[in-house]
Protein backbone atom coordinates (compact mmCIF):
# COMPACT_ATOMS: atom_id res chain seq x y z
CA UNK A 1 0.00 0.00 0.00
CA UNK A 2 1.52 3.74 -0.86
CA UNK A 3 1.37 6.66 1.52
CA UNK A 4 -1.31 7.80 -0.68
CA UNK A 5 -3.51 4.96 -0.04
CA UNK A 6 -2.30 4.30 3.57
CA UNK A 7 -3.59 8.32 4.45
CA UNK A 8 -6.72 8.20 2.71
CA UNK A 9 -7.75 5.00 4.97
CA UNK A 10 -6.24 6.80 7.90
CA UNK A 11 -8.30 9.73 7.11
CA UNK A 12 -11.20 7.59 6.30
CA UNK A 13 -11.14 5.93 9.46
CA UNK A 14 -11.08 9.08 11.51
CA UNK A 15 -14.41 10.64 9.75
CA UNK A 16 -16.31 7.21 10.29
CA UNK A 17 -14.96 8.18 14.33
CA UNK A 18 -16.28 10.89 14.01
CA UNK A 19 -19.48 10.26 12.36
CA UNK A 20 -20.21 7.45 14.82
CA UNK A 21 -20.23 10.09 17.58
CA UNK A 22 -21.68 12.82 16.05
CA UNK A 23 -25.25 13.09 17.75
CA UNK A 24 -28.36 11.40 16.34
CA UNK A 25 -29.62 14.58 14.56
CA UNK A 26 -27.08 15.04 12.66
CA UNK A 27 -26.59 11.58 11.31
CA UNK A 28 -30.35 11.82 10.24
CA UNK A 29 -29.58 14.91 8.05
CA UNK A 30 -27.03 12.59 5.40
CA UNK A 31 -26.36 15.31 3.21
CA UNK A 32 -24.82 17.86 6.21
CA UNK A 33 -23.36 15.25 7.64
CA UNK A 34 -21.68 13.91 4.43
CA UNK A 35 -20.35 18.16 3.76
CA UNK A 36 -19.08 18.43 7.47
CA UNK A 37 -17.14 15.21 7.21
CA UNK A 38 -15.81 16.90 3.85
CA UNK A 39 -14.98 19.59 5.64
CA UNK A 40 -12.48 17.79 7.82
CA UNK A 41 -10.85 16.06 4.92
CA UNK A 42 -10.15 19.57 3.33
CA UNK A 43 -8.75 20.87 6.71
CA UNK A 44 -6.73 17.68 7.57
CA UNK A 45 -5.18 17.25 3.52
CA UNK A 46 -4.23 21.53 4.57
CA UNK A 47 -2.62 20.77 7.65
CA UNK A 48 -0.66 18.06 6.36
CA UNK A 49 0.66 19.79 3.11
CA UNK A 50 1.65 22.47 5.95
CA UNK A 51 3.67 19.88 7.93
CA UNK A 52 5.32 18.41 4.79
CA UNK A 53 6.32 22.38 4.06
CA UNK A 54 3.68 22.27 0.91
CA UNK A 55 4.59 18.97 -0.70
CA UNK A 56 2.51 15.58 -0.67
CA UNK A 57 1.87 14.95 2.55
CA UNK A 58 3.36 11.71 4.07
CA UNK A 59 1.37 9.52 6.54
CA UNK A 60 3.48 10.77 9.05
CA UNK A 61 2.22 14.14 8.32
CA UNK A 62 -1.51 12.96 7.83
CA UNK A 63 -1.33 11.21 11.21
CA UNK A 64 -0.02 14.72 12.92
CA UNK A 65 -2.71 16.88 11.51
CA UNK A 66 -5.21 14.25 12.44
CA UNK A 67 -3.88 14.99 16.01
CA UNK A 68 -4.45 18.51 15.43
CA UNK A 69 -8.28 18.47 15.14
CA UNK A 70 -8.85 16.84 18.21
CA UNK A 71 -10.10 14.00 19.21
CA UNK A 72 -13.89 12.92 17.95
CA UNK A 73 -15.82 13.20 21.23
CA UNK A 74 -14.57 16.50 21.47
CA UNK A 75 -15.48 17.48 17.81
CA UNK A 76 -19.25 16.34 18.12
CA UNK A 77 -19.49 17.22 21.85
CA UNK A 78 -19.61 20.79 20.08
CA UNK A 79 -23.25 19.80 18.41
CA UNK A 80 -24.33 18.87 21.23
CA UNK A 81 -24.15 22.31 23.21
CA UNK A 82 -27.34 23.36 20.89
CA UNK A 83 -30.67 24.58 22.79
CA UNK A 84 -30.55 26.51 26.08
CA UNK A 85 -30.91 24.49 28.72
CA UNK A 86 -34.06 24.93 30.88
CA UNK A 87 -34.83 21.96 33.71
CA UNK A 88 -33.09 19.14 32.36
CA UNK A 89 -35.14 20.11 28.67
CA UNK A 90 -33.67 22.76 26.16
CA UNK A 91 -35.94 25.71 25.74
CA UNK A 92 -36.34 24.90 22.49
CA UNK A 93 -37.65 21.36 23.10
CA UNK A 94 -39.89 22.50 25.49
CA UNK A 95 -42.96 23.67 22.96
CA UNK A 96 -43.21 20.20 21.80
CA UNK A 97 -42.52 18.68 24.92
CA UNK A 98 -45.98 20.01 26.04
CA UNK A 99 -47.33 18.71 22.75
CA UNK A 100 -46.44 15.33 23.27
CA UNK A 101 -47.59 15.88 26.91
CA UNK A 102 -51.08 17.03 26.11
CA UNK A 103 -51.16 14.42 22.95
CA UNK A 104 -50.46 11.26 25.52
CA UNK A 105 -52.88 12.55 27.98
CA UNK A 106 -55.30 12.52 25.48
CA UNK A 107 -55.03 9.26 24.23
CA UNK A 108 -54.88 8.08 27.72
CA UNK A 109 -58.10 10.10 28.90
CA UNK A 110 -59.92 8.34 25.33
CA UNK A 111 -58.90 4.61 26.22
CA UNK A 112 -59.67 5.35 29.94
CA UNK A 113 -63.39 7.27 29.27
CA UNK A 114 -64.17 4.35 26.44
CA UNK A 115 -63.71 1.45 28.95
CA UNK A 116 -65.71 3.32 30.95
CA UNK A 117 -68.38 3.79 28.49
CA UNK A 118 -68.69 0.16 28.06
CA UNK A 119 -68.51 -0.76 31.68
CA UNK A 120 -71.46 2.01 32.32
CA UNK A 121 -73.70 0.04 29.68
CA UNK A 122 -73.25 -3.19 31.76
CA UNK A 123 -76.72 -3.66 33.52
CA UNK A 124 -75.32 -4.73 36.73
CA UNK A 125 -72.31 -1.62 36.61
CA UNK A 126 -71.73 -0.46 39.55
CA UNK A 127 -71.44 3.72 38.77
CA UNK A 128 -69.16 4.97 41.60
CA UNK A 129 -66.92 2.22 41.55
CA UNK A 130 -66.68 2.44 37.77
CA UNK A 131 -66.07 6.12 37.48
CA UNK A 132 -63.35 5.88 40.46
CA UNK A 133 -61.90 2.69 38.48
CA UNK A 134 -61.92 4.92 35.18
CA UNK A 135 -60.58 7.98 36.98
CA UNK A 136 -57.81 6.04 38.58
CA UNK A 137 -56.81 4.81 35.51
CA UNK A 138 -56.59 7.89 34.16
CA UNK A 139 -54.13 9.00 36.45
CA UNK A 140 -52.15 6.49 36.38
CA UNK A 141 -51.84 6.59 32.37
CA UNK A 142 -51.29 10.59 32.97
CA UNK A 143 -48.15 9.70 35.18
CA UNK A 144 -46.74 7.00 33.08
CA UNK A 145 -47.45 9.74 29.95
CA UNK A 146 -45.41 11.97 31.72
CA UNK A 147 -42.60 9.74 33.10
CA UNK A 148 -41.91 8.57 29.85
CA UNK A 149 -41.98 11.70 27.65
CA UNK A 150 -40.02 13.61 30.16
CA UNK A 151 -37.30 10.83 29.68
CA UNK A 152 -37.60 11.14 26.64
CA UNK A 153 -36.84 14.84 26.11
CA UNK A 154 -34.75 14.53 28.30
CA UNK A 155 -32.32 12.43 26.28
CA UNK A 156 -33.32 14.35 23.08
CA UNK A 157 -32.16 17.51 24.97
CA UNK A 158 -28.86 16.50 26.15
CA UNK A 159 -28.19 15.17 22.13
CA UNK A 160 -28.54 18.40 21.31
CA UNK A 161 -31.79 17.70 18.90
CA UNK A 162 -33.73 21.02 18.23
CA UNK A 163 -37.50 20.65 17.06
CA UNK A 164 -36.53 21.64 13.58
CA UNK A 165 -34.54 18.72 13.22
CA UNK A 166 -37.96 16.78 13.43
CA UNK A 167 -39.24 18.41 10.55
CA UNK A 168 -36.33 17.73 8.37
CA UNK A 169 -36.04 14.15 9.34
CA UNK A 170 -39.87 14.65 8.10
CA UNK A 171 -39.21 16.56 4.92
CA UNK A 172 -36.35 13.68 4.02
CA UNK A 173 -38.56 10.64 4.33
CA UNK A 174 -41.16 12.43 2.63
CA UNK A 175 -38.47 13.28 -0.44
CA UNK A 176 -37.64 9.44 -0.16
CA UNK A 177 -41.11 8.29 -0.37
CA UNK A 178 -41.74 10.69 -3.50
CA UNK A 179 -38.53 8.97 -5.04
CA UNK A 180 -39.64 5.72 -4.22
CA UNK A 181 -43.49 7.05 -6.14
CA UNK A 182 -41.86 8.31 -8.84
CA UNK A 183 -39.67 5.53 -9.70
CA UNK A 184 -42.32 2.78 -9.50
CA UNK A 185 -44.28 5.15 -11.94
CA UNK A 186 -41.26 4.70 -14.27
CA UNK A 187 -40.78 1.02 -13.90
CA UNK A 188 -37.81 1.32 -12.01
CA UNK A 189 -36.53 0.08 -8.30
CA UNK A 190 -34.99 2.15 -6.25
CA UNK A 191 -31.94 1.13 -3.95
CA UNK A 192 -30.94 2.54 -0.74
CA UNK A 193 -27.08 3.61 -1.13
CA UNK A 194 -25.33 0.52 0.25
CA UNK A 195 -22.46 1.53 2.50
CA UNK A 196 -20.03 -1.31 3.72
CA UNK A 197 -20.48 -1.04 7.78
CA UNK A 198 -17.16 -1.48 9.91
CA UNK A 199 -18.13 -4.85 11.98
CA UNK A 200 -18.29 -3.10 15.23
CA UNK A 201 -17.85 -5.48 18.40
CA UNK A 202 -20.25 -5.76 21.19
CA UNK A 203 -20.28 -4.02 23.96
CA UNK A 204 -20.01 -5.78 27.68
CA UNK A 205 -23.94 -3.98 28.41
CA UNK A 206 -26.36 -2.52 26.04
CA UNK A 207 -25.93 1.26 25.98
CA UNK A 208 -27.48 3.82 28.34
CA UNK A 209 -29.90 4.36 25.13
CA UNK A 210 -30.98 0.86 24.80
CA UNK A 211 -31.77 0.22 28.83
CA UNK A 212 -33.66 3.37 28.17
CA UNK A 213 -36.00 2.01 25.28
CA UNK A 214 -36.16 -1.27 27.68
CA UNK A 215 -37.54 0.89 30.44
CA UNK A 216 -40.03 2.51 28.51
CA UNK A 217 -41.19 -0.33 26.64
CA UNK A 218 -40.93 -2.64 30.34
CA UNK A 219 -43.22 0.81 31.85
CA UNK A 220 -46.07 0.85 29.03
CA UNK A 221 -46.24 -2.89 29.25
CA UNK A 222 -46.63 -3.17 32.53
CA UNK A 223 -48.59 -0.54 32.95
CA UNK A 224 -51.32 -1.76 31.13
CA UNK A 225 -51.08 -5.25 32.55
CA UNK A 226 -51.18 -3.76 35.49
CA UNK A 227 -54.39 -1.36 34.91
CA UNK A 228 -55.68 -3.01 32.45
CA UNK A 229 -57.73 -1.08 30.83
CA UNK A 230 -59.71 -3.18 28.73
CA UNK A 231 -60.90 -5.86 31.88
CA UNK A 232 -63.99 -4.04 31.59
CA UNK A 233 -65.28 -5.24 28.03
CA UNK A 234 -65.11 -8.83 29.18
CA UNK A 235 -65.01 -9.01 32.67
CA UNK A 236 -68.04 -10.99 32.63
CA UNK A 237 -66.50 -13.33 30.37
CA UNK A 238 -63.10 -13.65 32.04
CA UNK A 239 -64.54 -14.23 35.55
CA UNK A 240 -66.48 -17.08 34.48
CA UNK A 241 -64.22 -18.73 32.22
CA UNK A 242 -60.51 -17.41 33.49
CA UNK A 243 -60.97 -16.04 37.22
CA UNK A 244 -56.78 -16.66 37.83
CA UNK A 245 -56.24 -14.59 34.70
CA UNK A 246 -56.65 -11.65 36.01
CA UNK A 247 -54.68 -11.63 39.34
CA UNK A 248 -51.94 -13.85 36.92
CA UNK A 249 -51.90 -10.57 34.27
CA UNK A 250 -51.39 -8.45 37.35
CA UNK A 251 -48.75 -10.04 38.55
CA UNK A 252 -47.18 -9.94 35.39
CA UNK A 253 -47.35 -6.66 34.77
CA UNK A 254 -45.85 -5.72 37.88
CA UNK A 255 -42.47 -7.87 37.21
CA UNK A 256 -42.60 -5.58 34.15
CA UNK A 257 -42.55 -2.68 36.21
CA UNK A 258 -40.13 -4.13 38.75
CA UNK A 259 -37.60 -4.84 34.76
CA UNK A 260 -38.42 -0.79 33.75
CA UNK A 261 -37.54 0.48 37.38
CA UNK A 262 -34.24 -1.12 37.29
CA UNK A 263 -33.33 -0.59 33.19
CA UNK A 264 -34.20 2.84 34.17
CA UNK A 265 -31.40 2.91 36.77
CA UNK A 266 -29.13 1.22 34.42
CA UNK A 267 -29.62 3.80 31.49
CA UNK A 268 -29.18 6.55 34.23
CA UNK A 269 -25.95 5.01 35.82
CA UNK A 270 -24.11 4.74 32.90
CA UNK A 271 -20.32 3.19 33.24
CA UNK A 272 -20.07 2.94 36.70
CA UNK A 273 -19.28 -0.69 36.63
CA UNK A 274 -19.99 -1.30 41.06
CA UNK A 275 -23.65 -0.01 39.97
CA UNK A 276 -24.32 -1.71 36.95
CA UNK A 277 -23.42 -5.29 38.35
CA UNK A 278 -25.89 -4.22 41.48
CA UNK A 279 -28.59 -3.75 39.32
CA UNK A 280 -27.71 -6.62 36.79
CA UNK A 281 -28.07 -8.69 40.00
CA UNK A 282 -30.95 -6.78 40.81
CA UNK A 283 -32.34 -7.58 37.67
CA UNK A 284 -32.13 -11.23 37.99
CA UNK A 285 -35.07 -10.63 40.65
CA UNK A 286 -38.17 -10.40 38.14
CA UNK A 287 -36.54 -12.67 36.28
CA UNK A 288 -37.09 -15.14 38.31
CA UNK A 289 -40.70 -13.84 39.20
CA UNK A 290 -41.53 -14.38 35.54
CA UNK A 291 -40.17 -17.96 35.56
CA UNK A 292 -42.65 -18.67 38.67
CA UNK A 293 -45.60 -17.18 36.53
CA UNK A 294 -44.67 -18.49 33.20
CA UNK A 295 -44.73 -22.09 35.41
CA UNK A 296 -47.98 -20.96 36.36
CA UNK A 297 -49.85 -21.16 33.34
CA UNK A 298 -48.83 -24.87 33.50
CA UNK A 299 -49.76 -25.66 36.94
CA UNK A 300 -52.88 -23.79 37.24
CA UNK A 301 -55.55 -25.24 35.06
CA UNK A 302 -57.93 -22.32 35.68
CA UNK A 303 -55.55 -19.51 34.17
CA UNK A 304 -56.15 -20.68 30.46
CA UNK A 305 -56.18 -24.40 30.07
CA UNK A 306 -59.73 -25.31 31.07
CA UNK A 307 -61.22 -23.07 28.94
CA UNK A 308 -58.91 -23.99 25.91
CA UNK A 309 -59.70 -27.51 26.41
CA UNK A 310 -63.58 -26.79 26.91
CA UNK A 311 -63.66 -24.78 23.33
CA UNK A 312 -61.11 -27.12 21.42
CA UNK A 313 -61.52 -30.72 23.09
CA UNK A 314 -59.83 -32.20 19.92
CA UNK A 315 -56.50 -30.24 20.80
CA UNK A 316 -54.39 -31.76 23.26
CA UNK A 317 -54.44 -28.35 25.00
CA UNK A 318 -52.55 -29.30 28.35
CA UNK A 319 -49.65 -30.87 26.07
CA UNK A 320 -49.32 -27.61 24.28
CA UNK A 321 -49.30 -25.17 26.90
CA UNK A 322 -46.68 -27.36 28.61
CA UNK A 323 -44.48 -26.99 25.09
CA UNK A 324 -44.85 -23.23 25.33
CA UNK A 325 -44.00 -23.13 29.16
CA UNK A 326 -41.16 -24.80 28.87
CA UNK A 327 -39.58 -23.14 26.07
CA UNK A 328 -40.42 -19.86 27.62
CA UNK A 329 -39.10 -20.85 30.76
CA UNK A 330 -35.87 -22.03 28.94
CA UNK A 331 -35.64 -18.30 27.43
CA UNK A 332 -36.23 -17.03 30.81
CA UNK A 333 -33.47 -19.34 32.31
CA UNK A 334 -30.98 -18.44 29.13
CA UNK A 335 -31.95 -14.57 30.05
CA UNK A 336 -30.95 -15.20 33.70
CA UNK A 337 -27.73 -16.47 32.76
CA UNK A 338 -27.03 -14.04 30.38
CA UNK A 339 -27.23 -11.08 33.44
CA UNK A 340 -24.89 -13.18 35.24
CA UNK A 341 -22.25 -13.33 32.17
CA UNK A 342 -22.42 -10.10 31.86
CA UNK A 343 -21.95 -9.39 35.57
CA UNK A 344 -18.65 -11.54 35.21
CA UNK A 345 -17.59 -10.33 31.90
CA UNK A 346 -17.57 -6.63 33.62
CA UNK A 347 -16.02 -7.73 36.85
CA UNK A 348 -12.96 -9.32 34.22
CA UNK A 349 -12.99 -6.67 31.29
CA UNK A 350 -14.63 -3.53 33.01
CA UNK A 351 -15.94 -1.10 30.32
CA UNK A 352 -13.35 -1.65 28.40
CA UNK A 353 -12.91 0.56 25.44
CA UNK A 354 -12.67 -1.25 22.42
CA UNK A 355 -9.92 0.00 20.15
CA UNK A 356 -12.10 1.49 16.86
CA UNK A 357 -10.31 0.98 13.51
CA UNK A 358 -9.13 4.64 13.10
CA UNK A 359 -7.26 4.38 17.32
CA UNK A 360 -5.97 1.30 15.50
CA UNK A 361 -4.38 3.01 12.35
CA UNK A 362 -3.18 5.62 14.89
CA UNK A 363 -1.12 3.67 17.28
CA UNK A 364 -0.22 1.71 14.33
CA UNK A 365 1.78 4.59 12.45
CA UNK B 1 -12.73 25.06 21.41
CA UNK B 2 -9.45 26.55 22.89
CA UNK B 3 -6.49 24.03 23.22
CA UNK B 4 -5.05 23.94 26.44
CA UNK B 5 -1.19 23.73 26.00
CA UNK B 6 0.22 24.55 29.47
CA UNK B 7 1.88 22.08 31.11
CA UNK B 8 3.20 22.24 34.95
CA UNK B 9 5.34 21.00 37.39
CA UNK B 10 3.59 17.50 38.92
CA UNK B 11 3.53 19.03 42.19
CA UNK B 12 1.37 22.66 41.12
CA UNK B 13 -1.33 23.29 42.79
CA UNK B 14 -3.47 23.31 39.17
CA UNK B 15 -1.89 19.55 38.99
CA UNK B 16 -4.10 18.37 41.81
CA UNK B 17 -6.98 16.28 40.24
CA UNK B 18 -9.33 18.83 42.18
CA UNK B 19 -7.91 22.60 41.04
CA UNK B 20 -7.30 21.12 37.74
CA UNK B 21 -10.53 20.25 36.57
CA UNK B 22 -11.84 23.35 38.32
CA UNK B 23 -9.73 25.37 36.47
CA UNK B 24 -9.94 23.68 32.96
CA UNK B 25 -14.04 24.20 33.35
CA UNK B 26 -13.44 27.75 34.37
CA UNK B 27 -11.14 28.50 31.22
CA UNK B 28 -13.52 26.44 28.95
CA UNK B 29 -16.42 28.70 30.15
CA UNK B 30 -14.67 31.93 29.50
CA UNK B 31 -13.28 30.74 25.99
CA UNK B 32 -16.48 29.56 24.58
CA UNK B 33 -17.94 32.57 23.90
CA UNK B 34 -14.56 34.33 23.34
CA UNK B 35 -14.19 31.47 20.56
CA UNK B 36 -17.34 32.74 18.60
CA UNK B 37 -16.46 36.01 18.48
CA UNK B 38 -12.65 35.58 17.34
CA UNK B 39 -13.91 33.53 14.72
CA UNK B 40 -16.31 35.96 13.81
CA UNK B 41 -13.91 39.01 13.74
CA UNK B 42 -11.62 36.66 11.42
CA UNK B 43 -14.75 36.16 9.40
CA UNK B 44 -15.20 39.65 9.12
CA UNK B 45 -12.46 40.90 7.88
CA UNK B 46 -13.09 38.74 4.54
CA UNK B 47 -16.55 40.15 3.39
CA UNK B 48 -15.92 39.53 -0.70
CA UNK B 49 -14.44 36.29 -0.79
CA UNK B 50 -14.93 34.49 2.56
CA UNK B 51 -12.68 32.30 4.71
CA UNK B 52 -12.23 28.81 4.44
CA UNK B 53 -11.81 26.90 8.17
CA UNK B 54 -8.02 26.37 8.32
CA UNK B 55 -7.31 29.64 6.56
CA UNK B 56 -8.69 31.24 9.31
CA UNK B 57 -7.60 29.02 12.34
CA UNK B 58 -4.22 30.25 10.69
CA UNK B 59 -4.72 33.64 10.82
CA UNK B 60 -6.58 34.02 14.05
CA UNK B 61 -3.07 31.99 15.40
CA UNK B 62 -0.92 34.51 13.78
CA UNK B 63 -3.22 37.38 15.51
CA UNK B 64 -3.21 36.43 18.71
CA UNK B 65 0.78 34.99 18.35
CA UNK B 66 -0.80 31.56 19.57
CA UNK B 67 -1.81 32.72 22.67
CA UNK B 68 -5.23 31.06 21.31
CA UNK B 69 -4.47 27.61 19.65
CA UNK B 70 -7.96 25.85 18.82
CA UNK B 71 -8.36 21.82 18.85
CA UNK B 72 -9.52 22.54 14.95
CA UNK B 73 -12.20 19.74 14.34
CA UNK B 74 -14.11 21.78 16.94
CA UNK B 75 -13.81 25.22 14.94
CA UNK B 76 -16.39 23.62 12.03
CA UNK B 77 -19.37 22.63 14.79
CA UNK B 78 -19.15 26.22 15.55
CA UNK B 79 -19.11 27.66 12.28
CA UNK B 80 -21.95 25.28 11.42
CA UNK B 81 -23.98 26.49 14.29
CA UNK B 82 -23.72 30.17 13.33
CA UNK B 83 -24.46 29.51 9.64
CA UNK B 84 -27.75 27.50 11.28
CA UNK B 85 -28.72 30.68 12.99
CA UNK B 86 -28.26 32.38 10.46
CA UNK B 87 -24.89 34.73 10.97
CA UNK B 88 -23.35 33.41 8.45
CA UNK B 89 -23.63 32.04 4.27
CA UNK B 90 -21.25 29.52 3.19
CA UNK B 91 -20.32 28.47 -0.67
CA UNK B 92 -18.10 25.91 -1.90
CA UNK B 93 -15.49 26.64 -4.07
CA UNK B 94 -12.15 25.54 -5.25
CA UNK B 95 -9.16 27.13 -4.64
CA UNK B 96 -5.18 25.57 -5.22
CA UNK B 97 -7.17 22.69 -6.71
CA UNK B 98 -8.89 21.99 -3.87
CA UNK B 99 -12.62 22.28 -3.03
CA UNK B 100 -13.23 24.50 0.13
CA UNK B 101 -16.14 25.74 2.12
CA UNK B 102 -15.93 29.48 2.32
CA UNK B 103 -17.89 31.49 4.91
CA UNK B 104 -19.26 34.90 4.82
CA UNK B 105 -20.95 37.12 7.19
CA UNK B 106 -24.87 37.82 6.59
CA UNK B 107 -26.05 41.15 7.35
CA UNK B 108 -27.67 40.14 10.15
CA UNK B 109 -24.71 38.48 11.58
CA UNK B 110 -22.38 41.62 10.78
CA UNK B 111 -24.75 43.44 12.90
CA UNK B 112 -24.89 40.67 16.01
CA UNK B 113 -21.07 40.45 15.78
CA UNK B 114 -20.39 44.63 16.73
CA UNK B 115 -23.33 44.50 19.32
CA UNK B 116 -21.26 40.99 20.65
CA UNK B 117 -17.89 43.03 20.28
CA UNK B 118 -19.05 46.11 22.01
CA UNK B 119 -20.48 44.13 24.66
CA UNK B 120 -17.35 42.47 25.45
CA UNK B 121 -15.39 45.62 25.18
CA UNK B 122 -17.59 47.52 27.21
CA UNK B 123 -17.29 44.62 29.67
CA UNK B 124 -13.22 44.31 29.24
CA UNK B 125 -13.33 48.14 30.16
CA UNK B 126 -16.06 47.73 33.19
CA UNK B 127 -13.59 44.81 34.83
CA UNK B 128 -10.43 46.85 33.84
CA UNK B 129 -9.81 47.80 37.42
CA UNK B 130 -11.06 45.01 38.88
CA UNK B 131 -8.57 42.68 37.11
CA UNK B 132 -6.21 45.44 36.93
CA UNK B 133 -5.38 46.26 33.47
CA UNK B 134 -5.86 49.17 31.13
CA UNK B 135 -8.29 49.17 28.83
CA UNK B 136 -8.78 51.92 26.40
CA UNK B 137 -11.60 51.33 24.19
CA UNK B 138 -11.48 53.33 20.64
CA UNK B 139 -14.22 55.99 20.81
CA UNK B 140 -13.20 58.34 18.63
CA UNK B 141 -13.22 56.20 16.18
CA UNK B 142 -16.31 54.15 17.51
CA UNK B 143 -19.69 55.28 19.34
CA UNK B 144 -20.51 52.14 22.05
CA UNK B 145 -24.67 52.06 22.24
CA UNK B 146 -25.62 53.12 26.01
CA UNK B 147 -28.66 50.75 25.84
CA UNK B 148 -27.09 47.55 24.06
CA UNK B 149 -23.34 48.42 23.87
CA UNK B 150 -23.43 47.87 20.16
CA UNK B 151 -20.02 49.19 18.24
CA UNK B 152 -21.28 51.30 15.98
CA UNK B 153 -18.27 53.11 13.51
CA UNK B 154 -18.18 57.15 14.15
CA UNK B 155 -17.69 58.07 10.63
CA UNK B 156 -21.11 56.52 9.65
CA UNK B 157 -24.00 58.61 9.56
CA UNK B 158 -26.44 56.86 12.09
CA UNK B 159 -28.95 57.95 13.81
CA UNK B 160 -29.64 55.46 15.32
CA UNK B 161 -28.47 52.33 17.24
CA UNK B 162 -29.35 49.40 14.35
CA UNK B 163 -29.74 46.77 16.93
CA UNK B 164 -32.18 48.30 20.07
CA UNK B 165 -32.75 51.73 17.79
CA UNK B 166 -31.52 53.77 20.52
CA UNK B 167 -31.43 57.58 19.39
CA UNK B 168 -27.58 58.10 19.41
CA UNK B 169 -27.14 61.38 17.67
CA UNK B 170 -25.77 63.36 20.51
CA UNK B 171 -23.38 60.68 21.18
CA UNK B 172 -20.59 61.11 18.24
CA UNK B 173 -17.74 62.98 19.01
Redesign the interface.
Known sequence: MNYQNESKELIEAFKEE?KKKVPIWLKTQVT?LK??L???E??I???ATEYANGRDPEITHVREAII???S?R??????KT?GNPKFFITEELWPSYYKSLIFGAVIVLFINMLTMGFDLAKPEANIGATIGQAFEGTFAGFAYVFVGMTLMFVQLSYHGYLPEDFRKMAEAREKKELLKKEARRVGKTVRPERTKKPKREKSVIPSSGSYLFEGIMAFIGGGVLVFYPFIDINRVYIEYWMPALPGWLKLVGGVMLISGVIRFSQALIGKNRRLQQFFLALGIIPMCLSLALWLQVHFNPDLVTNVLSSRFPATNIPQIILAIVVVLSILQIFGMIDEIRKIVKLEIKGFEKKESKYEKLMNNH | ?F?NIKTYRPEALIETARFRSYVESFESELLRGISTLSALAIIQRHPEEGV???QLLKELEQETQKTLVI????L???L??LERDGLLVSERKESSG????YYKLTEDGQKLHNHMIGFFSKLLEAIGPLIEVDIKLPEKKYVYCPNCTNKIPQSTDVRFCNICGLNIEGLSK
Open positions: VEDFDELDHWDKSMGPKITKEFR | MRYGYEEGTYPIRKRPRK
